[in-house]
């Protein structure tokens, strides 16, 4: 669209950019709407690419590692004992602690090699984890927060408009982020944080109204 004016949609929200404890949050966090994850719709269409993990995490699924193949797709499992689980380039970025080398989780068929592929699977070391009790050990931190991620001092949203649940179009009648992922954004910015977030958008949409 080489000439097309690019319209400003109306969010309801003022341009003013709110930062709760230093951290900026960006605007889609407030305007983008998002409903809670329907995985029986969505297929875990978010994990067929793998995922980010740090030299700690990779210890700690190394540890679990044949204790999750029986609940690994088969041909995931060939590749994993052929290869390895995640890829050997190395992924870097400026906020990412450097004291840890960073891969991407390998993907076996379209999708993440620890995803089951079922409703009731999914995520095998989320799984895994819940069972064992391991909650924050194995599953990377990218996929709990997904689709939001604190990028060095930004709270932002992935922009990933192919996966319908970010779609704006298919989502218009749905919360927007910063209320459906409430919980997330909790681990980000704390209890006191979030109650600050929220005291800061409820101002600006009174003074976008006046
Ligand atoms: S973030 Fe989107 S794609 Fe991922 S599980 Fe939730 S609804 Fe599905
Ligand atoms: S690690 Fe789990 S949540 Fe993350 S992309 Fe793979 S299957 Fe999905």
């Not at 379209?110 to 984890?129: E, P, T």
């Not at 910015?189 to 958008?201: E, I, N, R, S, T």
Request: glycine share 6%.
């Amino acid at each position: 669209m080489k000439n097309a004016v690019k319209k400003k949609r109306n969010t309801g929200l003022s341009s003013s950019v709110i930062i709760v404890k230093g951290i900026r949050i960006a605007k889609e966090i407030i305007s983008k709407k998002f409903s809670q994850c329907d995985l029986h719709a969505c297929k875990h269409a978010c994990c067929h690419q793998g995922a980010l993990v740090g030299t700690k995490r990779i210890k700690e699924i190394k540890k679990h590692l044949p204790k999750l193949f029986p609940m690994m797709r088969q041909e995931a499992v060939a590749l994993v004992k052929r290869k390895g689980f995640h890829l050997d380039s190395i992924y870097s970025r400026f906020d990412l602690n450097q004291g840890h080398v960073h891969h991407y989780i390998r993907v076996c068929k379209n999708r993440c090699v620890f995803l089951a592929y079922d409703d009731s699977g999914g995520c095998v070391l989320q799984k895994y984890a819940a069972k064992h009790n391991v909650k924050y050990v194995l599953k990377p931190d990218g996929c709990w927060s997904f689709p939001i991620d604190l990028i060095g001092n930004r709270l932002v949203v992935y922009k990933w408009d192919k996966l319908p649940c970010l779609n704006d179009a298919k989502n218009k009648n749905s919360p927007p982020i910063y209320k459906t992922c409430k919980n997330e954004i909790i681990d980000f910015l704390g209890k006191d944080g979030y109650a600050q977030l929220l005291d800061k958008v409820k101002k600006q949409l009174s003074s976008a109204k006046e």
